[in-house]
């Protein structure tokens, strides 16, 4: 169809539908070839133009009536700006299949309804079996709505208001039953502890009094189990032994808390100072091993000697040596961590310089591309107004190459050359007689093939 | 309309060199975009766009243009040297206009642009007349008619 009527067929579509499927509350995640680019919403009746772009249908009639020019029936398309005449409504099935299998929220979340559906069915859903789609009252005289899971099979209002005849108080009638039975405050209800027979409305008031309540002893926290009647609470705490040592419990925990938070403090701090004499360990050795490195073997030799009148001595105590080994080795390996902690920091330095590349290549590559195109389109032009040229002037030559004792002079002249060429490219060894003839005597061999060559 | 919905989805990638600064509401949003590659105009600069987009978007384009930032904030912007931008942040660029839109753009389609465009600069200046426009134009963007003469930068 043509522009004109696919106007004219969106403008008469019925748009006063209970629905926006664009404003739904997507649940599941879609295919982004799903997506209209003008709404960014999964396609609502989708068209197709003649390059095979596919639009929302209202989409793209507003984008006609914003971009054709009065009245044209060309129109370029939104996403690669050719000029497009038809419009198709025939998109394939699959396409419209996908985008109505979208799983959706009902639209009437905000009254309670928390189905989730495909987005297909929204609209029946809403019409037919939504239960929280407000409807208005059965009853004409009454002006409210309701939901339509409440709307009985005896179309009865629920609106209608009755007085409660204990507490005086507007009631609406679908939910009078239960204020009668369990609800009214001015029903009477009997204490469970004490059997006094109170209203509702004064029940609470009466259990923070009555006697009869069992109240946990006020000690309950430091493990007095005694649990007993309001009324002899006074006398029980007058004897409990744990009520009198209250107030030194109390002292002993908090401070115990303000212990554990200096104990905290102190472990922090602690594990400071073990790094920092770690690091300042693991320089030391790698200051000790570069001066023995350099002093050389000679000392190690004088070392030796050294140490053999002492050995004997050393067997019983501690050999330093020994120790010192430990030492060295241990902090070897937290060099060895050290530096292999660095190493890493390195490479992650490394990869992110990478990546910012890698970005800024990208972006380069395209802005070459951009550059290159344009420079091709240019290209493009000038060899078409080169072609457009040439053909110009060709034109004229053809016209005199049909008139008549032009053409005969022309071809014969035409011919000459094209013999000179054949005989020039034969080789010099058997020149034809026309141009060089003169200058060499004729071999009797040369006649022959000249005349198989004419 | 559905705009609403369309402005919020795109926060979830941004392509690199540009960052949202302010999208609190859906008429004025502001980004920054860097230059990415070692165009010695702009090495190492970051610009901030101005968004202002009315409630036919993205049938209509949305108002762009560039704005400064003093240094007292903590986030100096200036405005790019370019032969299309006049120094007020005005933007000389034909998909802007109601002609040149498309309404299959989108923000970061428009700051993408904007960033090759100044990426394949290199004069230092600004546009003929850029002191007597910015003196005499009283108008809305939108409503300034350019003369798309210049296809070269």
Redesign the interface.
């Known amino acids: 169809m043509n522009l004109q009527d696919f106007l004219a067929m969106e403008e008469s579509r019925d748009r006063d539908e209970l629905i926006?499927l664009?404003?739904l509350d997507l649940v599941s995640e879609y295919d982004s070839h799903l997506m209209c680019?003008?709404?960014?919403?999964p396609f609502v009746e989708p068209v197709r133009l003649q390059c095979d772009h596919v639009f929302c249908g209202s989409?793209l009639s507003?984008?006609i009536t914003?971009?054709r020019s009065a009245d044209s029936d060309e129109f370029?398309c939104?996403?690669c700006?050719n000029p497009t005449q038809k419009v198709s409504a025939s998109v394939p099935r699959l396409l419209i299949n996908m985008c109505d299998e979208i799983r959706v929220r009902c639209p009437l979340i905000t009254e309670g309804c928390q189905e989730i559906i495909p987005r297909g069915h929204v609209q029946s859903h809403v019409e037919k079996y939504c239960g929280y789609r407000l409807l208005p009252c059965p009853d004409d005289s009454c002006d409210q709505m309701t939901r339509s899971k409440d709307v009985g099979m005896d179309q009865k209002c629920i609106h209608r208001v009755r007085r409660c005849s204990h507490c005086e108080e507007d009631i609406l009638e679908h939910e009078y039953e239960e204020h009668e039975k369990e609800l009214c405050p001015i029903l009477e209800v009997a204490c469970v502890d004490c059997e006094t027979v109170v209203t509702r409305g004064a029940l609470q008031e009466h259990i923070e009094s009555c006697p009869e309540v069992a109240l946990p002893c006020t000690a309950s926290k430091y493990a007095c189990p005694v649990k007993i009647r309001r009324a002899d609470i006074a006398a029980h705490e007058q004897s409990c032994p744990i009520v009198a040592m209250g107030p030194y419990f109390e002292a002993q925990n908090t401070r115990l808390m303000s212990l554990e938070s200096s104990m905290r403090h102190l472990q922090q701090r602690n594990e400071i100072f073990e790094d920092g004499l770690a690091n300042i360990r693991s320089t030391l050795v790698e200051s000790t091993r570069l001066r023995a490195n350099s002093n050389g073997s000679g000392q190690s030799a004088q070392s030796a000697r050294e140490q053999q009148p002492s050995a004997r001595a050393d067997v019983s105590t501690d050999d330093p040596a020994d120790i010192a080994a430990s030492v060295f080795s241990s902090n070897a390996t937290t060099y060895l961590l050290s530096l292999h902690e660095s190493l890493r920091e390195e490479v992650s330095q490394l990869s992110h310089a990478i990546t910012d590349l890698d970005?800024?290549a990208?972006?380069?590559i395209?802005?070459e591309c951009?550059?290159i195109k344009e420079d091709m389109a240019h290209t493009n032009a000038a060899v078409n107004s080169v072609r457009m040229q040439v053909q110009w002037l060709m034109n004229p030559r053809l016209h005199q190459g049909t008139r008549g004792g032009a053409v005969r002079s022309n071809s014969s002249e035409n011919e000459g050359t094209r013999t000179q060429m054949a005989s020039s490219a034969a080789g010099p060894s058997h020149t034809s007689g026309q141009s060089l003839g003169s200058l060499r005597p004729r071999r009797p061999s040369d006649g022959g093939r000249e005349g198989t060559k004419l | 309309?559905?705009?609403t919905?369309?402005l919020s989805?795109m926060q979830e990638h941004l392509p690199?060199?540009i960052a949202i600064v302010k999208c609190d509401n859906l008429e004025e949003w502001q980004m920054d975009i860097k230059i990415?590659?070692q165009n010695p105009l702009y090495l190492d600069q970051t610009y901030r766009l101005k968004f202002t987009f009315n409630n036919?978007y993205?049938?209509?384009p949305p108002e762009v243009q560039f704005i400064q930032s003093p240094a007292s904030t903590g986030t100096p912007r200036s405005i790019p040297m370019h032969p299309h931008i006049y120094s007020n942040g005005i933007i000389c660029l034909d998909l802007l206009g109601?002609a040149g839109w498309?309404?299959?753009q989108?923000v970061e389609s428009v700051c993408m642009s904007l960033?090759?465009m100044l990426?394949?600069n290199n004069r230092d200046e600004r546009p003929a007349g850029d002191k007597e426009f910015i003196a005499t134009n009283r108008r809305r963007i939108r409503d300034i008619n350019f003369v798309y003469e210049d296809d070269n930068v």
């Open positions: 926006d664009r404003s680019p003008i709404c960014h919403c989409c507003s984008a914003t971009f370029p939104p996403s700006r970005a800024r990208s972006m380069a395209m802005n951009l550059r | 309309m559905f705009a919905k369309r989805k690199p060199g990415l590659d036919k993205p049938i209509e109601s498309s309404p299959v989108t960033q090759s990426t394949a």
